[in-house]
């Protein structure tokens, strides 16, 4: 069988001690299996800054271009925050570059999960919902963008088939879920929103099985902590998605387990947890290690079609919350270590 | 003394119902003191167009900057979703030519209200913040706003004298509270965010006895739910301000409840409630009047320094809680109208 190539953007902080984790996970769920793959480690981030001058080096663009996938951990902190190009820079280059115009978020709160969550546990339960946010343009890439000593502009700007195609891939993955959608804008004040529900009312209707409902930003912002279980897949422009993404993933309460993806119409799509690099923990050994692994089983699954492998690592993990070998963020003693050694030996049990 | 000028924008749907009922405590707690005052029901947003074919007529433009102060209900709904001007537009275009700059959103649950939060009670607990939301500028206001048949453009545009002026009224604001700001930006992307961080360090540095935390918008949405307790004053952009005061106002789980300021250099500040219309309950009379009346307090202390009738339209509030004479939305059974004589009643009682 053929080998895959796995880019590995080993990033910041916390980066390294997390990928480790999420690298020995997969050396461990993949041994005497049929999947075979070499892994490409790439400066990039901070990391990119310090070895090679640029957040994003070009060989780095060349070989993740060339993968099979990329695995990304966490970028950016204080060290880099007076460089010419900060390492958020490159993160926002790669997406460009790679044309990753859609980023998949699953919030799911299992029943396992619900004690975790801020919220109450009636509200929590059942909570099982996908935020896809459309990557590559918006207000992070439109022009002009201007930085003045007495004013600042910055331009949010959609394209129909930009707005187009990032509904038919929320209303694709609607179809293989609960059929329903949920269209985010803000389209009672912004022109790009206005275009954004006209697309979203024109492309709905290639899909009549799907329920549609269309919300302001500010409505949905309220409907992710009043009704969470009520939602199946939620469509949203990039800086609202930036937003409401991150609201989400804070309502599971495990923000250090959760992977997201993002994926363009060919090419390596790129896995890395929804978390930053956590410059505060760095270095102590006690990051949680579960998003990165999270992560590495959702690239198994979504990119090489491994189900089943995905699915014994996620068990794994399961395994480790209910034996409560778990990391101070999650309550626990353990470190990022032992965390991976105990998921290490689940996945390799028979 | 004096005969105060109120306008009262009675709006639409709910709109009037619930003006009805803050008019009513407002006319009972005044009632043989020496506040007095005079009302000038203007068209508005709906109504607006509905009388005077403009969601903001010049006349009520003209009554409302001559006023003391301005009652606003809630505006907008399906009836006009298709007009040519929104309701909405009237709100904006109203902000915009009155500078009401500054929008003062109080998010507060008291013990009494902790069980109505939809988060867990340890973390709802003594919540206590204030978002001054910047209101006439940014993404709403910003040129050029274009949506064409392929594409669609909005200006997101900061001046550092809007910016500024924000500061100073977050901090001075923070200075009568607990000496905390939060300012909220995406500066890791966005040219006007980091004007913004910029001029926010600049305006520090004024208010030494602050302490200033910087965050990211995304951090934020976060933050709001995993730790509410912990911010005093949070300083955001228009657009981001939306977002998380809408957050904000969901995690005390009594969004029938809280009022909301808008105000300028000079001229009349602007009251309202925070939430909209609900056209899905109008003429039914069991729409939530705590809101407006809580808005009718907010006005009587901030506009007209009547800090004790305030205070005693916010006990009566408070009672009615407690005795459980509340609106279908917390729980209860009662009518806006029982609701209403409730609190009237209290508010007259020596
Ligand atoms: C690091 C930052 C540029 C990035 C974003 O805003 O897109 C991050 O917050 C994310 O959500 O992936
Ligand atoms: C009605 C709408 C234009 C308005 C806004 O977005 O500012 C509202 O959501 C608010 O927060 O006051």
């Known amino acids: 069988t053929e080998i895959k190539t796995i880019a590995v953007l080993k990033g910041d ?14 050396a461990a769920v993949t041994k005497n299996t049929t999947f075979q793959y070499r892994l490409v480690a790439l400066p990039f981030g901070g990391d990119g800054i310090d070895q090679a001058g640029d957040p994003l080096p070009a060989a780095t663009l060349a070989q993740a271009q060339a993968s099979d996938a990329i695995l990304l951990s966490a970028i950016g902190g204080p060290k880099w925050d007076q460089a010419p190009k900060r390492p958020e820079q490159g993160l926002l ?4 570059a790679l044309g990753l115009y859609a980023n998949i978020r699953p919030t799911r709160i299992s029943d396992a999960l619900v004690a975790r969550s801020p919220l109450k546990p009636e509200l929590a339960r059942q909570t099982d919902f996908v935020i896809v946010r459309e990557l590559t343009s918006g207000a992070y890439f439109g022009e002009p963008r201007v930085l003045a000593e007495t004013y600042a502009i910055d331009t949010m700007a959609y394209q129909v088939s930009e707005i187009s195609r990032i509904m038919h ?3 694709r993955l609607a179809q293989r879920r609960r059929q329903h959608v949920t269209i985010v804008d803000k389209s009672n004040v912004l022109a790009t929103s206005k275009l954004w529900r006209r697309v979203a009312r024109e492309v709905a209707q290639d899909y ?12 949905m912002a ?3 902590i009043a009704r969470p279980a009520t939602f199946d897949v939620i469509i949203t422009p990039n800086l ?3 937003i409401l993404s991150d609201e989400a993933a804070q309502i599971t309460g495990s923000i250090g387990q959760i992977p997201s993806m993002s994926i363009g119409e060919s090419g390596p799509a790129l896995y890395e947890p929804i978390h930053g690099s956590a410059p505060d923990i760095a270095g102590q050994g006690i990051a ?3 998003s990165m692994i999270h ?4 690239m198994l699954s979504e990119s090489f079609g491994e189900k089943q492998l995905a699915q014994r690592v996620t068990a794994a993990v399961a395994q480790a919350i209910a034996a409560q070998v778990v990391t101070p963020d999650m309550g626990g003693q353990a470190t990022t270590e032992a965390v991976t050694q105990y998921i290490v030996a689940a996945v390799t049990q028979p």
């Open 295 to 298: 992560t590495v089983a959702m």
């Open 240 to 242: 609202f998605g930036d």
């Open 169 to 171: 891939k929320g209303f």
């Open 208 to 219: 009549p099985a799907v329920t549609v409902d269309y919300t302001y930003v500010d409505a």
């Open 13 to 26: 902080y916390i980066g390294p001690e997390i990928m480790a984790a999420g690298l020995a996970v997969l």
């Open 222 to 224: 309220m409907g992710i």
């Open 288 to 290: 949680n290690p579960m």
């Open 93 to 96: 280059a790669l997406r460009a």
